[in-house]
């Protein structure tokens, strides 16, 4: 699949993934119908490699492609960006199990939680894993589900070079309990409830080690990890402030204000949000752009990202997530009284973007680590 298809395809469901969004929102979980529709498009698989049939598309691509899906519904777009990123751990699983779970099904839909909250106990054929995961956003629609663990064996913690061993162990869905708690201010819709597994048996080749340098060697698997789930988080949220922006256009060009005679696309006030939301995100975008271009050439030549480049990538992705936070306040807050009813696109798009905030990857204290390195220390957090 080449990067102007992923795109173009992505843009061919958004009236699909429009109609459907007050009813998604209402069950709190995507459609499996539109998933595996977007499935099939290649989207679930933009990131996986080309030799197991995926798109393994330019970082660019992948940004480009959340925004757009995500300024049709936010919550699709958070879903697929899930997706989309789990679907990376194909360039680090065994072989066979890459083969089976992603080149035999191309279609496959993966999501997971990286936060090591499970226990993978070492058996004679792989692992047992018990554990439960908060945010299992997409689970309802996932072919597989990963959830992070700690290993041991014999009872006792295994230990690496690089401290506790840690896996994302894959689960099939008929082993996993999905507990109803996603019951949030905003992004319903996609489903992010607790997950839970008991004694699961993961078959040796069903897991990928956390921080092994991948076993397929492309630029894209060379790219920080944690760079693109930054990027792919904020890309949501500027997907989100997008959609704002069409709504408030709308809503400027037909209210008129209690006390007034004329529509609020007259009111100095009103211009002056718009512009200032607009510039906010312009800007925003621009720079993440230019990061992921130098980012994406240095991942292309020596295959090493300097530490500088790191921190601009999530400098980049946390600038996006606050910039669209800040324009989507600003056009709530324009939009008057209007703003707060549930027919009203911007009520969702302010409670959805300020829940895009929260994630870890954006969340400000990102900032602290990208400031050490400006200064030349060591950032103190992984980037």
């Not at 606050?322 to 009203?344: C, F, I, M, P, Q």
Request: hydrophobic residues 40%.
């Amino acid at each position: 699949m080449s990067e102007t298809n992923v795109l173009a395809t992505a843009r061919s469901f958004a009236d699909e993934i429009r109609k459907r969004g007050e009813k998604m929102e209402r069950k709190r979980r995507m459609s499996r119908g539109l998933a595996r529709r977007m499935a099939s498009g290649g989207l679930f698989g933009m990131l996986v490699p080309a030799r197991y049939g995926g798109g393994e598309v330019h970082p660019r691509e992948f940004f480009e492609t959340l925004e757009a899906t995500a300024k049709a519904d936010g919550a699709v777009g958070w879903c697929l960006m899930i997706g989309a990123t789990t679907g990376l751990l194909a360039a680090s699983l065994d072989e066979d199990a890459a083969q089976a779970i992603y080149g035999d099904h191309p279609e496959v839909i993966t999501s997971g939680v990286t936060a090591p909250n499970g226990r993978a106990e070492h058996t004679g054929a792989g692992l047992e894993v018990s554990g439960r995961w908060a945010f299992g956003s997409a689970c309802q629609v996932s072919d597989w589900i990963t959830g992070g663990c700690f290993v041991y064996q014999n009872g006792e913690r295994v230990q690496d070079e690089r401290g506790p061993r840690m896996v994302l162990a894959f689960f099939r869905p008929e082993d996993v309990k999905v507990h109803d708690t996603w019951h949030t201010a905003g992004l319903c819709g996609t489903g992010s409830h607790d997950i839970e597994v008991k004694r699961a048996l993961v078959p040796d080749g069903h897991f990928v080690v956390l921080g092994q340098r991948p076993r397929v060697d492309a630029p894209l698997y060379r790219f920080p990890t944690f760079g693109l789930l930054a990027l792919g988080v904020s890309a949501v949220s500027m997907g989100i402030a997008s959609h704002a922006v069409d709504a408030f256009l709308a809503l400027a060009a037909d209210k008129v204000p209690t006390g007034r005679t004329h529509p609020l696309a007259t009111r100095t006030s009103a211009h002056m949000e718009l512009a200032a939301a607009v510039a906010r995100l312009r800007s925003a975008r621009a720079y993440t752009l230019e990061v992921i271009g130098k980012a994406f050439e240095q991942a292309s030549g020596t295959g090493r990202l300097a530490i500088e480049t790191k921190a601009d990538l999530r400098l980049a992705a946390t600038n996006n997530t606050w910039a669209a936070a800040e324009a989507v306040t600003r056009l709530y807050h324009a939009g008057g009284g209007s703003s707060v009813y549930l027919d009203n696109e911007l009520q969702r798009c302010f409670r959805d973007v300020h829940v895009t905030t929260q994630h870890l990857m954006v969340a400000k204290p990102s900032l602290a680590a990208i400031g050490r390195v400006r200064l030349g220390l060591a950032p103190g957090a992984p980037l």
